[in-house]
């Protein structure tokens, strides 16, 4: 019972490279997100998905993108890497968007830019 | 801005006692309040999710919810050194399961 797998677990880029974090799960969930977590701090939404085919953005979207071709996969994508994107990056997904609508989180991406 | 605000602690307890760990919210459409442990260099862990206006109990762990002045809070009964973690609260504020987190309180449980 896998849930929410990210990979990497860990990345060093430089400044201006490029990468993609990917995301997958396998509960059937509609929902996914992406959240960034800078030390000492919560969770801040980059973007979400309700479905297949859509995204929007969250709270901190600058710098990133995102696409939804399967009801699996969302994958994170990060241009020209700059030192404000070092962070933990968390997958999240749920069955719901309204009420009983936990969240279950993969184990995050710790990425630095240097 | 839709906010969440948690007291960042940290939060120190002795063995046994109860830790009491509170809560605000700005949005007053907020209809869904999750609290989640996190271990250090650990992903976000969902322990109670709350309602409606009340108490909710769950083994150790009880939430409690009051719409009306916009405040959640856990309750952990008898606390244990395992306990020790950051608890973040979570607000879903709308349809789309986007939550809302505050930036967590440390707690400390001494032996």
């Known amino acids: 019972n896998a849930g929410v797998t990210q990979t990497p677990k860990f990345r060093i880029l430089k400044i201006g490279q490029s990468m993609t974090l990917q995301c997958t799960q396998d509960?059937?969930?509609?929902?996914m997100y992406w959240y960034r977590q800078d030390p000492g701090m919560g969770l801040k939404l980059i973007y979400y998905?309700?479905?297949?085919?859509?995204?929007d953005k969250g709270e901190v979207p600058n710098g990133y993108n995102v696409s939804r071709s399967t009801t699996e996969d969302f994958p994170l994508r990060l241009e020209l890497a700059a030192p404000s994107q070092t962070s933990v990056y968390f997958c999240?997904?749920?069955?719901?968007?309204?009420?009983?609508?936990?969240?279950?989180f993969g184990q995050g991406t710790r990425l630095t830019v240097v | 801005q839709k906010e969440v605000e948690q007291n960042s602690g940290p939060l120190s307890v002795p063995e046994g006692a109860i830790a009491s760990l509170n809560c605000t919210y700005s949005?007053?459409?907020?209809?869904?309040f999750f609290w989640y442990r996190q271990y250090s260099g650990k992903s976000p862990e969902l322990i109670m999710s709350?309602?409606?206006?009340g108490d909710k109990e769950d083994g150790r762990f009880t939430a409690q919810l009051n719409k009306a002045s916009q405040y959640v809070s856990l309750l952990i009964r008898d606390s244990q050194p395992s306990d020790s973690a950051t608890y973040l609260c979570?607000?879903?504020?709308?349809?789309?399961?986007?939550?809302?987190f505050g930036q967590g309180t440390t707690l400390q449980v001494k032996p």
């Open positions: 999240a997904s749920s069955l719901r968007g309204s009420m009983n609508s936990e969240a279950f």
């Open positions: 509960m059937n969930h509609n929902y």
């Open positions: 998905s309700v479905g297949a085919g859509i995204t």
């Open positions: 949005d007053r459409g907020s209809q869904s």
């Open positions: 709350i309602y409606s206006n």
């Open positions: 979570a607000v879903n504020a709308g349809n789309t399961g986007k939550l809302i």
